[in-house]
């Protein structure tokens, strides 16, 4: 993700939660009103909900506007005070379920009116609900943790007023149990804060990012050419953004070809994984005597063929370089010869899947095949010992 992309998701969930501020605020103080006129413990109870979503609502504003702001002294960024957000948002919604329940507990008994009360609680279910799905799906494209906080505010907010809708139904029917849905309001609400609360501490106390999100990233740099196998991953949440510190092993002699190759996974992963605000690559290198060599053919055992990405075959070997020994040779058949479209992206990508240190093209062509390979730090030659130096490497390899 792009700074100015994450500058513009910043300014659109502060948009966001500047409206959930109003809505929330309509929403407590219509159940309020309602709720006093009716004489309904449980509906009074859900405006109590709803007044400390306004709060937390507020508290998601103030975390979304310091997130987008830099300082020297925070070289990281600013993205835990989303984290601090959230926290917040927790602890409003524990205070509202105490509060619910202490109602529910110690209100006075009295049938409450359901003329004025349900139409409320049925049009304050279906806005909560309504937004709280929105503002989820809008927090997850944006990957702000703070709206998707606000959005399961909503929805427990939305759990709470279906209770207190029941027991209005009910209470129309003959049977007070006001507040007893004022009692379950309560539960839910508290069980909604307790994990809200959870989720900010581990990620104030920097826990890793989920094992198969680094699991997935391990596969994405290992599977680079020159990566040999990643020796150490830490990772850590920032806001509900990951930050990666990394040691991979590479097979290359050059300190260029190292520094190349780290740079340049510093700039995919984050691409590939939006949430990845940053990433640390630390290589350790070294030259290794065994390289793995394409040379694109006409067929197995045949001569060199003279188009690179309309190769129906490649030779790959195992070349020992202390002799120039072939250790090992097999032809695997080009998949995308047939591709009408983008033929050399899916070479090009193909051919890095199989590893290769080097790889044989007969003439200076082969447009973005040739150009992946090159960014890869793949040794790009020609075929009878004629040599062209790679853009990453700076060297090149004598002839098998």
Known sequence: MTADIARENLRSARRRAAFSIVLNLCLAVGKGIAGVISGSTALLGDAIHSGTDVLASMATYVGLWVAGREHPAFPYGLYKAETVAT???????IVAAYEIGRQAIFGTERLPDVTIALPVAVLSLLVALAFGVYQLSAGRRLNSPALQADARDYLADALSTSVVLLGLIATRFGYDVDRWAAAVVSLFVFRAGVALLVSALKDLLDASIDRETEREIIRMVESHPRISRVKQCLSRT??????????????????KLADHVADRLEELIPKKFPLVVMARIRPHYSADSIIRRLTPVTRPDGEVSPHFVRAPWFLVETVD???HRVL?????????????????LLVGNWLLSLKPDEVVVPEEHGGTAIMLLREAGVDIRKPEGRTSESEGAGRSRAPA
């Open 238 to 255: 920032a806001g509900g953004r990951f930050i990666i510190d990394m040691d991979v092993v590479m097979h290359t002699p050059s300190h």
């Open 87 to 93: 926290l917040v948002t927790s602890v409003a919604v």
């Open 321 to 323: 370089t202390r002799d």
């Open 328 to 344: 090992k040779r097999e032809f695997v058949e080009n998949p995308h010869l047939g591709a009408e479209k983008k033929r050399g």
